[in-house]
């Protein structure tokens, strides 16, 4: 009977992925359509001259409650980013140990350029208050934007500006910290009980995990959906489908034509890589550029954290910008420059590889939240919603959505005596 039952899931990210195992789990198999070539959406890394290209700077952090419901770590095997970053400035670079996780070893927080004695006492005092709370209390919290919870929580300017600021900028994608306090406060605790980590072979490693764990999906690639009316699934090549249940997972506006022009844009990024013949970081540690006269917000030496993402013994280096800039023929050169003048190292020594620049990064979402209940989901008769953009962009929100999509297609296909 329920092998009988037509599930199409729109996208085969994260959340699409999740969407389908807990559909098999339940006894059914759905067919996936999937407008790119392959698994993944935004999590997706390209083989490039012997290198991994994650497209676009990102992270797992191993604390994600769904990370570890669904992901085998030890398969992934996961290569760690030492917690803490190195400051980068024009002759004056410094370390700063591990701010999150031990603030305990700020030991010389003090006299340290990056804050106050009294900003070692405030991370520690914001630890432990999190690791109270559960992550649905945090997202309960009312919500005022980062930059206004750190200063009321009472940081100093110092290490506002020296680490929060260029360190969330480069997870938030946006340069005044106006992202809701409550993602902060999750992000913060997550980062404070675990790590963050890429899978050795990258972070396509995580998507391809998740596929091979489905045995009763049926994939279609290359077909982008044009639109949802009714049940009835319209294929961008003209071929018509009919469902008795649909899962969209992905941001749904250009496929429902009630919800066109009802998401805010979202957040982007420019990421480029280059590769060196050595690391000038040798250490597997994200580098902030504080200075504002930058364009770079933030760069990771990813051969540093593991050495399978060059097959050629070089280095390669990934960064990231976050600011509005234009992505033309002179940026990788206008980069190098900059990259010359924080390290001293020959601008020609910087060998571009690849720019990305990725438009649709994270989700600007108004009310951010953990999660939701699964018949929330529901947008119309048969029709459900999954993806990162309902509750918060991480890879932890897109799984949560999977599931509470898939929830609520089970219920909805149960039948009723
Ligand atoms: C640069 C960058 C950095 C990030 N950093 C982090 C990080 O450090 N940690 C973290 O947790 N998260 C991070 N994220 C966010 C995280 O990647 C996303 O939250 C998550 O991958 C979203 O998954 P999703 O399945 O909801 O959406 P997507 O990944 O967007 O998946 C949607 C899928 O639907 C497909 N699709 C779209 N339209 C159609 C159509 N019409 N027909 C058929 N298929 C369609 C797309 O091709 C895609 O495969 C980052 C994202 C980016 C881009």
Redesign the pocket.
């Known amino acids: 009977m329920k092998n009988d039952q037509k599930i199409y899931i ?8 999740i969407a389908a195992y807990e559909l098999e789990r339940a006894g059914f198999s759905p067919i996936i ?4 070539d392959r ?5 997706r890394t390209d083989e490039f001259k012997g290198f991994l290209l994650d ?7 191993t604390a ?1 409650p769904e990370a570890q419901r669904y992901l085998d770590f030890q398969a992934l095997n996961l290569k760690y980013f030492d917690p803490g970053a190195i400051i980068l400035q024009p002759g004056n670079s410094f370390i700063i140990d591990d701010p999150l996780r031990h603030p305990s070893k700020l030991i010389n927080m003090a006299f340290s350029p990056v804050g106050t004695l009294m900003d070692k006492i405030k991370i520690y005092q914001l630890t432990q208050m999190l690791k109270q709370k559960t992550e649905e209390e945090i997202f309960s919290e009312p919500s005022t934007t980062t930059l206004q919870f750190l200063k009321d929580f009472g940081f100093s300017e110092k290490i506002i500006n020296n680490f929060f600021l260029p360190f969330f900028k480069g ?1 938030f ?1 946006e340069n005044e910290l106006s992202t809701s306090s409550r993602m902060f406060k999750f992000v913060f605790k997550m980062f404070s009980l675990g790590h963050a980590a890429v899978p050795e072979n990258g972070m396509q490693a995580i998507p391809d995990e998740l596929k091979s764990k489905l045995t009763k999906s049926q994939f279609r690639f290359n ?4 639109k949802v009316e009714g049940r009835k699934i319209h294929l961008v090549t003209g071929e018509d489908l009919e469902a008795d249940a649909i899962i969209i ?3 749904p506006d ?2 429902l034509t009630q919800l066109q022009g009802q998401f805010k844009p979202s957040r982007k ?1 420019v ?1 480029l890589y280059f590769s060196l013949s050595h690391s000038f970081i040798a250490q597997p540690k994200i580098a902030l550029v504080t200075d504002d006269q930058f364009l770079t917000n933030n760069l990771v030496f990813m051969t540093d954290v593991s050495k399978a993402y060059s097959k050629n013994n070089k280095a390669l280096l990934s960064v990231s910008i976050t600011k509005p800039v234009e992505v033309d023929d002179k940026l990788a050169k206008l980069i190098a420059i900059e990259l010359s003048a924080l390290t001293k190292i020959k601008a020609e020594y910087f060998e571009h590889l690849q720019t990305y620049e ?1 438009e ?3 989700p600007q979402v108004e009310d951010m939240g953990y999660s939701l209940p699964s018949g929330n989901t529901k947008i119309q008769d048969g029709v459900f919603l ?4 309902l509750l918060n ?6 799984m949560t ?2 599931r509470k999509a898939a929830e609520a297609v089970i219920l909805s296909l149960q039948p009723t005596y």
């Open positions: 729109i996208g085969a990210g994260i959340s699409g992925l359509l999937e407008a790119s698994v993944g959406g935004r999590v497209r676009g700077f990102q992270v797992l952090l994600y997870i994608l077909a982008p959906v044009k997972a992905t941001r250009k496929i990024v990421n990725i649709e990064a994270l999954a993806g990162d953009y962009g991480s890879i932890n929100a897109a959505a999977g």
